[in-house]
Every structure is written in structure tokens, then in C-alpha cells.
């Protein structure tokens, strides 16, 4: 079973629209949830959540995580084409002093048309 | 499913050794990637390539070269390795084709150089 779930897989709006993405995670360890966009061909780095409720803001982005229910949302504002990617939640397990790696969820491919 | 596989998921090399990482995808992948992750700083392209023996530096090539002599293998390689390598590694591969920005991403494999 997949340890990271992102919903939805796809989707599709219009410029200025806002959307939610959302991540949930079932792993053991946790360590921290991140996010990233991935256009053409290199993943770029958004947030690295570690706290509950403590918002992360970029720009038209934030994110926040509830590490009771295992889940972190990835908010959008007045969506610009853009912002048009696959948006990655990924989550890092750990003990002790070090990491015992990263599990990816599977995407949402995000379309903002004009 | 889709499958990249790294070869390791921990490593432990001494100071100077040669490191080789292997990543093999199993979809026909014409895209493969190499990236480090390490804390605050998320996902760094070392290297990638686009097709066989064709490869292209990233954001942080010093200190790694890479292999690609068959189009499911991509190889990492720290000629000399240092302890500021020391590091989480993740191997991807997505398919070759305008707007397609869905990458697959192997479990990572953790080097530590001592």
C-alpha cells in the first residue's frame, strides 16, 4: 500500500481560480513532509513542514501540515498558467540522528488554463 | 507500476574511495535524473540525460560523474569521495515527450563517506 497519497491526481482550472492539494501519509518515524513542483524535468523544492499548524507561505503559495491526521494541504491563490506542474508531496522518515529516506507520493498534475 | 530501482538504500564508503550508484527504470524512459537531498536545502539536479551516452550537468555537478551506456542504467559516480558528499541520493526517470512532466522517482539510496 502506498505509505503517501496525494489527491487529486489531475486537475484542471481557470487563471485565478484557488486550489487545495492534498497529501496523506501513513508511515512510521516521521520526520518531515515536503513539497515540490516539477516542471519540464527537475523537481524545484516549495515547503519542508515539520510542525503541526505552523503555515508555510510563499507568495500565492502555503502549505500546513496536521501531523494528528497525517495529512498536509498545499494551497494555490489567483492561479497563474504558470503554476501549471506536477506538485510533489514527499515524506522523510527518520530516528534517531538520521533519515531513513524519502517516499513520494505519485503527484498532482495541475492545469491552469488561460 | 512503473519501477526505478537503486541499487543500495545505504552505503558507507571511507574518504577517497570511488563510489558507484546504479539506478535502472523498467518503463522505456528516455529522461533520467540524478539528485541529492540533504536538510533545508530539498532536491539538487547533479546530473541527468536524455538519451544513451548523452548526459548533461545539473546544479551541483563538482565531484560526480555519470554513465549512460544503456538506456535503462544510469550510474552515479564519486571519483574520489569526500565527506561533504555524505548524502541522501535519488535516481529519476520520466518518459521524453512535450508537456510531460511526470517523473518516477527511486527509494533513494543514503551515502555516508567517513
Known amino acids: 500500500e502506498d505509505k503517501v497519497v496525494q489527491s487529486p491526481l489531475s486537475l484542471v482550472v481557470h487563471e485565478g481560480d484557488t486550489v487545495t492539494l492534498n497529501c496523506s501519509y501513513e508511515?512510521?518515524?516521521?520526520?518531515?513532509l515536503l513539497w515540490y513542483k516539477q516542471e519540464k524535468k527537475a523537481p524545484t523544492f516549495l515547503f519542508m513542514l515539520?510542525?503541526?499548524?505552523i503555515e508555510k507561505k510563499s507568495g500565492r503559495l502555503s502549505s500546513i501540515l496536521d501531523k494528528k491526521e497525517l495529512f498536509s494541504i498545499l494551497n494555490i491563490t489567483a492561479t497563474q498558467t504558470g503554476d501549471s506542474a506536477i506538485y510533489l508531496c514527499?515524506?522523510?522518515?527518520?530516528?534517531?540522528?538520521?533519515?531513513?529516506?524519502?517516499?513520494f507520493g505519485k503527484g498532482t498534475h495541475l492545469i491552469i488554463q488561460p | 507500476d512503473v519501477k526505478v530501482t537503486q541499487s543500495s538504500r545505504y552505503l558507507v564508503k571511507r574518504t577517497g574511495e570511488k563510489v558507484f550508484l546504479e539506478c535502472v527504470q523498467d518503463?522505456?524512459?528516455?529522461?533520467m535524473f540524478w539528485y541529492r537531498q540533504d536538510p533545508g536545502l530539498g532536491l539538487r539536479l547533479i546530473y541527468f540525460?536524455?538519451?544513451?551516452?548523452?548526459?548533461e550537468k545539473g546544479d551541483i555537478p563538482e565531484g560526480y560523474s555519470v554513465s549512460r551506456e544503456k538506456k535503462e542504467r544510469f550510474s552515479l559516480i564519486l571519483e574520489s569521495a569526500s565527506t561533504n558528499q555524505t548524502s541522501m541520493y535519488l535516481c529519476?526517470?520520466?518518459?521524453?515527450?512535450?508537456?510531460?512532466?511526470?517523473?518516477?522517482f527511486g527509494q533513494g539510496t543514503r551515502l555516508t563517506v567517513v
Open positions: 529519476a526517470s520520466s518518459p521524453l515527450g512535450r508537456g510531460n512532466t511526470e517523473a518516477f
Open positions: 508511515v512510521t518515524n516521521f520526520r518531515s
Open positions: 515539520t510542525s503541526s499548524g
Open positions: 514527499a515524506v522523510e522518515e527518520g530516528s534517531g540522528g538520521g533519515a531513513d529516506g524519502l517516499t
Open positions: 518503463m522505456d524512459h528516455e529522461n
Open positions: 540525460s536524455y538519451d544513451v551516452k548523452m548526459k
